[in-house]
Nanobody, 124 residues
């Protein structure tokens, strides 16, 4: 069964950093593409980053976060991270971890499994 549990959200001043974590079962990791998405109040959900868990680790990033955010797996391969640097107030949103069998389309892939989300607030 796919289970995704996010943590690490909080409030941070603009220019600061946060690292989000997503606890992932080993079974899930071995089969699925993983991603981070976000949704701000009144806005549509936005793709942040995806990583293919097939060993190649192919990544895809949204234009608004390229060069600032990094998606990665931990050494134990059962935690997905999103390292967020140079945060801006416009990064404020609920951040969700997601999983799916295939993400050959990167952020354009359709994800079927979602966590409950963790809130990130960036103040100026």
């Amino acid at each position: 069964q796919v289970q995704l549990v996010e943590s690490g959200g909080g409030s941070v001043q603009a220019g600061g950093s946060l690292r989000l974590s997503c606890a992932v079962s080993k079974y899930t990791y071995s089969m699925y593409c993983m991603g981070w998405f976000r949704q701000a109040p009144g806005k549509e959900r936005e793709g942040v980053a995806t990583v293919d868990a097939d060993g190649h680790g192919t990544t895809d990033y949204g234009d608004s976060v390229k060069g600032r955010f990094t998606i990665s797996f931990g050494n134990a391969k059962n935690t997905l991270y999103l390292e967020m640097n140079s945060l801006k107030p416009e990064d404020t949103a609920m951040y969700y971890c997601a999983a799916e069998l295939d993400c050959s389309d990167g952020l354009g892939s359709v994800f079927g499994y979602w966590g409950q989300g963790t809130q990130v607030t960036v103040f100026s």
